[in-house]
């Protein structure tokens, strides 16, 4: 695959975030605050510092996962319980996912290059169809409402739950953010550079640096994405939240690639081959299939869609007051559908009851919950939130294990003290 290095600056970037530095394993799993204050020891630090990611990562917002930020779900509510995240993650709180580091590309300099043998008149990279930003400006603009979500998101809870390790990051629930993205559709601008009927693949390609895992280089990170999929609602985004994109997410143009595993979105996206046959890169080849129990030996084919989720925006092992009624917040989504109904436990799974939406819930977002829960005696407790989507998809008590703990959508139990 060709690199177009003159339109990338490749610095390995600092974190911005200040002088501390804390190792992944000091990491603390309670949110600061009054609640965890006791389970923490030491001071708090007031920021994580990720080599490779370019914005600030303050401490009570962020859990850093080797090249990663786990966005915190309890930042998303205050001391006090008040919610200061609406539908969509402010750009400043989104969780970044890396697999090497951020670059800073000049938005002036960066050119998109389209070529392929799916196109009319550009067979290769030396002969592509370029656009600058100002060119995809040009372009009829669309602007939707989508979740990034790393197919590993809740991965951590097939050790937790259900025994079984696996490699890779060990996220809880926070690698998934939701924004207002504005862009270009990929249909608008693949049409533009001569698209034919023959076209079967696209493959676009990041200018971050290549992923090199034990001394193996696999070249920049790059997926092919289906034709289809690529003329449905796949955006060529350049906005996110109304702001141009920042470098950690993509600047200055991103895919975004709606209810689909957030590999699929390709960040800093320099190149697009567009080919007359199925097209190939490590990233559906060996990462993001299915491999274990029950997958053939050479893996399940590429991930696609994302399953059904819920969170609750609580910090793990929240302490709650005995004898008085909290409102439990939280969302869920799901990759194929609007979610149709969420349910929430508060014993462990024995009963269930219906939370209230927040509201009208859209197929590609996540939609907001809460329930009026009052514990009458101090003790440990097990939340639970189930969501089922309007394809009748739902969340089960356990998930089919698969070796590297993609697509964990099995209900998690969140666990509160109440004193
Ligand atoms: N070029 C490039 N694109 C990328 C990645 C990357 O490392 N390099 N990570 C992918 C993964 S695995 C995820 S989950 C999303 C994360 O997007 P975010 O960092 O904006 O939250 O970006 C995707 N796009
Ligand atoms: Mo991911």
């Avoid at 007031?46 to 303050?58: A, M, Q, R, T």
């Amino acid at each position: 695959m060709e690199r177009h290095p003159d339109s990338a600056v490749r610095i390995p970037l600092r974190s911005a975030a200040g002088a501390l530095t804390v190792p992944a394993s000091a990491a603390p799993v309670f949110a600061p605050g009054r609640a965890a204050a006791e389970e923490v020891p030491g001071p708090v630090p007031e920021s994580v510092n990720i080599p490779g990611i370019v914005k600030p990562l303050p401490a009570q917002w962020f859990v850093q996962r080797d090249t990663n930020a786990e966005m915190r779900w309890e930042s998303l509510r205050d001391a006090d319980g008040e919610a200061v995240v609406g539908r969509h993650v402010p750009v400043e709180r989104f969780f970044v996912r890396n697999h090497t580091s951020t670059p800073l590309i000049d938005p002036v300099g960066w050119r998109l290059k389209l070529f392929g043998s799916g196109l009319r008149g550009a067979p290769s990279p030396e002969r592509a169809v370029e656009f600058a930003l100002d060119d995809l400006r040009a372009l009829p603009a669309t602007g939707i409402h989508a979740l990034i979500e790393c197919a590993g998101n809740g991965r951590s809870y097939f050790h937790r739950q259900q025994g079984r390790l696996t490699p890779g990051t060990p996220w809880t629930l926070g690698s998934i953010g939701s924004a207002s993205w504005r862009g270009v559709r990929l249909a608008e601008v693949l049409r533009a550079a001569g698209l034919t009927d023959a076209a079967v693949d696209v493959l676009p390609t990041g200018l971050d640096p290549d992923y090199v895992v034990d001394g193996t280089d696999y070249g920049p990170v790059r997926r092919p994405l289906p034709i289809a999929k690529a003329l449905d609602d796949t955006l060529l985004a350049y906005e996110m939240n109304d702001e141009p994109l920042t470098p950690d997410h993509g600047a200055p143009v991103r895919l975004v690639v709606p209810g689909w595993v957030g590999i699929a979105s390709i960040k800093w996206v320099g190149s697009i081959e567009v080919a007359d046959h199925p097209l190939h890169s490590p990233w559906n080849t060996v990462f993001y299939r299915m491999y274990g129990p029950g997958h053939p030996p050479g893996g399940g084919p590429a991930l696609t869609t994302q399953v059904v989720k819920s969170a609750f925006e609580l910090a793990e092992g929240a302490r709650l007051e005995a004898g008085r009624e909290h409102r439990l917040h939280g969302r869920s989504w799901s990759g194929t559908a609007p979610v149709r109904q969420v349910e929430v436990s508060t014993d462990g799974g024995l009963s269930w009851r219906t939370a209230e939406l927040a509201e009208e819930p859209c197929a590609g977002d996540w939609t907001r919950w809460s329930t009026v829960w009052r514990p009458e005696r101090p003790g440990r407790y097990e939340l639970r939130a189930r969501a089922t989507d309007r394809q009748g998809a739902t969340q089960p008590e356990r998930e089919a294990f698969n070796r590297e703990g993609y697509l964990f959508g099995a209900v998690v139990a969140h666990p509160v003290t109440v004193v």
